[in-house]
């Protein structure tokens, strides 16, 4: 059982917004800007989408956008297209000891 | 251009010893800030961090798999070697290694393409 959790799928129709949830708690999310988003594709290796809650590296479209609040933590991606489906799975800094707590994946469905 | 490869049996036995070696280009090891991870998932689930190795040999162990895992590096080769022991069929996964995107954080911008690992019988 992961730590974070997120919802097991989501899915939107393309043009539209949809937001993935990743709650964790006062210990890591709740504690820490340090959230980031991976998106996977079947059969591929991560993708880095979002890092320190909000900031994208080079290459990841502005459509894709980060938040925190308390100890949610949020992905957006705007103008969905087809290629967005895929899993997301959201990682927390949790402290000195843990490191990193993770979340269980969430699945987007572009209908 | 940063790549990172897996190289390791595909199939080992329950109790035996995993080796898997991380073989990279586009940076090195030796250079001050630069990390290299080691992180798993087993099939159809979720993403598991397991181990960061800086360019000091400073070393981060998950909790929860620190007994089992060692992690070395070889910066004459580019290279980085990830042991974990007694290996259980819960430990089927495929296995990736990656290039963590700053000192001190724990998300990672490269990745190599990943090694399934099954642990059988």
């Known amino acids: 059982q992961s730590a974070l959790t997120q919802p097991r799928s989501v899915s939107g129709s393309p043009g539209q917004s949809v937001t993935i949830s990743c709650t964790g708690t006062?210990?890591?999310?709740?504690?820490?800007?340090?959230v980031s988003w991976y998106q996977q594709h079947p059969g591929k290796a991560p993708k880095l989408m979002i890092y320190d809650v909000s900031k994208r590296p080079s290459g990841v479209p502005d459509r894709f956008s980060g938040s925190k609040s308390a100890n949610t933590a949020s992905l957006t991606i705007s103008g969905l297209q087809a290629e967005d489906e895929a899993d997301y799975y959201c990682?927390?800094?949790?402290?000195?000891?843990?490191?990193?707590?993770f979340g269980g994946g969430t699945k987007l469905t572009v209908l | 251009q940063i790549t990172l490869k897996e190289s390791g049996p595909t199939l080992v036995k329950p109790t035996q010893t995993l080796t898997l070696t991380c073989t990279f280009s586009?940076?090195?090891?030796?250079?001050?800030?630069?990390?290299v991870g080691w992180i798993r998932q087993p099939p159809g689930k979720a993403l598991e961090w397991l181990v960061l190795i800086y360019w000091d040999d400073d070393k981060r162990y998950s909790p929860s798999l620190k007994s089992r895992l060692t992690i070395t590096k070889d910066t004459s080769k580019n290279q980085v070697v990830l042991t974990m022991t007694n290996m259980d069929p819960v430990d089927t996964a495929t296995y990736y290694c990656a290039h963590q995107l700053r000192t001190g954080y724990y998300e990672f911008d490269y990745w190599g393409q990943g090694t399934l690992v099954t642990v059988s019988s």
């Open positions: 006062s210990s890591d999310v709740g504690s820490y800007n340090s």
């Open positions: 586009g940076f090195s090891l030796s250079t001050s800030g630069v990390g």
């Open positions: 990682w927390s800094y949790a402290g000195s000891y843990t490191y990193v707590v």
